[in-house]
């Protein structure tokens, strides 16, 4: 918050604070206490605040006064903080618990830090009642905490160093300060030492899992990091049924670049626990991260698919995915005439010129020249070759007609609703590839030949943040994930059967080359992760499409051909030979095709898992 922010904030504050000293003086209470609610909610540590509460208590006693601030859901938070301090005067420990329900809500204002709370004696409290708040507390913070957020909490940090020192035989006590200390350390950059020393104690007092893992984490956030891996393995054998301790271990394990110690302790978990599913989540992302092999990620998708219900959300497979094409983002074009347009200036695409290509390329990234270059007189040397302007097998989709050299669509354009629905969700990014299929959802309810449609005609770009052609690919793919969608196409089959949709999917990546056999290979790279049954005759239609790639890149450049590569190594089952090609097609390339700018990628959406309309 900048300093003129803030100023603003008391001035709100001044200002309702006036006005609850006109309705004091009128004998108003109840608009007293809504001017006093809304003074705190914008400066909760004006002492003008608690002047003016105190007032009130004056004036209606102790319990008519709270009675004027209530909380039914939904609460505002005023209310909420003016109920606390004023329960605070006879209750502290029932006005600390409302104080840290408003700092899980708003952790940023220095809700608690008022002068009751800093005069409270520790000894006069229940040390049992005292942990469970510092663990309220703590929840909402941030581990750390940001130094603007440990500002406003520092009061607690204060509150447990006395409750430590009036209850020195309480376990529980000191080993939730610990747990809270360590949030801190952006501001006070010593008090590690009192965690691990307060964790510690703790611990020695009551050796059991909660203890442990407090005092453990002390430790690991101290820089001692197998101190802190001994304290959890001496819990996990003295518990051996907490297979979340193993979790909590391989994490620190694999940030600290020891990924084969991290994965031996959650086989041990799975093997204790073959249902755990925080321990599978991170040893499926550990394996790929380790050695890339997609079959890590699909034993999660089929496990997820398997167990339904699981002890919290994960990002496992969001973080295995990200950073890899295909996984999180659309690929990137590799045609010449799209690094073309990169480096023409978007001011300068109306003046005309001259340019020439020395091979055809595929119809989707010249259409997207000739949109934006309309002066250019572009000219491709050669001739057109034979398996690129027509269907690579006879049953192949049509989307393009060749005239020579040049290919116009073979359907007609979409109508306007189909475009701006699928416009409206449209995203380079996505977390993984099931994120991406539940995004297309909203797509299913348009006819097949429509999505076709799209293919070909996709919605004019609304981001000009991306580099050219990222947009329509990322259109095409989508349009494509909404034919795994498409209620016509499943009409009468069973829940979750794609059978037609995948019918249609192959013909289009048998069809024309072109960026629209990526985007319906994807689809049933997609399809076969989600559904065992299609797998194989996914594997073989995305090994045999790559293959025929790779055979005519020895006749001519195929500009597809490396993300077809991609694709094949994240298709569930595919044969070692073809992965291996798939490797050494990647390994010879000298520049893959980057991601969209960071600056492009939209807000992370929540996500359903194997969503079913």
């Known amino acids: 918050m900048t300093d003129e922010q803030h100023a603003d904030l008391i001035a709100q504050a001044h200002g309702e604070l006036s006005l609850a000293r006109v309705a004091l003086a ?7 206490a809504a001017h006093v609610a809304g003074a705190i909610a914008y400066a909760p540590g004006l002492p003008e605040v608690h002047e003016l509460l105190a007032a009130i208590a004056a004036r209606a006693g102790d319990e008519g006064a709270i009675a004027l601030f209530p909380v039914e859901q939904p609460a505002f938070i005023g209310n909420v903080v003016a109920r606390a301090h004023l329960q605070g ?46 663990v309220a507390v703590m929840s909402g913070l941030g581990d750390p905490a940001e130094p603007a957020v440990a ?26 300060a610990a747990g809270l200390a360590r949030r801190f350390t952006a501001i006070a950059p010593g008090v590690l030492a009192d965690a691990v020393r307060w964790g510690g104690h703790g611990y020695r007092l009551r050796p059991d899992k909660l203890t442990a893992v407090w005092y453990a984490y002390a430790l690991k956030a101290d820089g001692r990091l197998d101190q802190a891996l001994q304290v959890m393995r001496q819990a996990w054998a003295a518990q051996p049924d907490e297979v979340d301790l193993c979790a909590d271990m391989a994490n620190w394990l694999a940030e600290a670049g020891r990924p084969d110690e991290a994965l031996d302790l959650l086989d041990a978990a799975i093997r204790r626990a073959p249902d755990y599913d925080c321990a599978v989540h991170t040893a499926a992302r550990l394996r790929f991260q380790r050695d890339g092999d997609v079959r890590h990620l699909i034993a999660l998708i089929d496990f997820l698919r398997e167990h339904p219900v699981n002890s919290h959300e994960h990002n496992d497979l969001d973080a295995a995915c990200q950073g890899r094409p295909w996984l999180n983002f659309v690929n990137g074009p590799a045609e010449s005439v799209i690094n073309l347009l990169h480096q023409i200036p978007r001011d300068d695409r109306a003046m005309g010129g001259t340019a020439t290509v020395s091979a055809l390329e595929v119809p989707s990234a010249l259409r997207i020249v000739h949109r934006e270059l309309p002066s250019l007189a572009l000219t491709v040397e050669g001739a057109a070759p034979p398996d690129m302007v027509t269907p690579q097998r006879p049953d192949g989709r049509v989307l393009w007609h060749y005239s020579g050299m040049a290919a116009a669509p073979a359907v007609p354009p979409p109508d306007a609703r189909a475009s701006a629905l699928l416009a409206g969700l449209v995203s380079p990014f996505w977390a993984n590839p099931v994120a991406a299929y539940d995004q297309a959802l909203p797509l299913g309810q348009l006819p097949a030949e429509e999505l076709v449609a799209l293919l070909v005609h996709p919605p004019a770009p609304t981001d000009p943040r991306l580099p050219d052609g990222v947009w329509e690919r990322a259109a095409q793919t989508y349009a494509c994930l909404g034919l795994l969608h498409c209620e016509e196409l499943r009409a009468g089959a069973e829940p979750g059967d794609t059978t037609r949709s995948r019918e249609l999917l192959t013909a289009i990546a048998f069809g024309v080359e072109d960026w629209t056999t990526e985007a319906a290979l994807f689809a049933l790279v997609v399809a076969a992760w989600l559904d065992p049954a299609g797998r194989r005759e996914v594997r073989d239609t995305v090994g045999r499409r790559f293959a ?13 051909r490396e993300s077809l590569a991609a694709l094949a190594l994240i298709t569930p089952d595919m044969v070692p030979e073809v992965t291996s090609l798939a490797r050494d097609v990647l390994d010879r390339t000298d520049e893959p095709a980057p991601p969209p700018p960071p600056s492009a990628q939209p807000p992370a959406k929540k996500r359903r898992w194997f969503g079913r309309r």
């Open 89 to 134: 005067r006879h209750d502290p420990l029932g006005g600390l618990r409302m104080l840290a329900q408003a700092t899980r809500f708003e952790p940023a204002q220095p809700w608690a830090d008022v002068s009751w709370v800093r005069a409270l004696e520790p000894r006069r409290l229940d040390p049992e009642h005292l942990a469970r708040l510092f």
């Open 548 to 560: 025929a790639a790779v055979r005519q890149s020895r006749d001519r450049v195929v500009t597809i």
């Open 151 to 176: 500002r406003a909490n520092e009061v607690y940090l204060d509150l447990a160093r006395r409750a430590c020192v009036a209850h020195p035989g309480h376990a529980l006590l000191h080993g939730a």
């Open 26 to 32: 009128d004998g108003d209470l109840d608009h007293t």
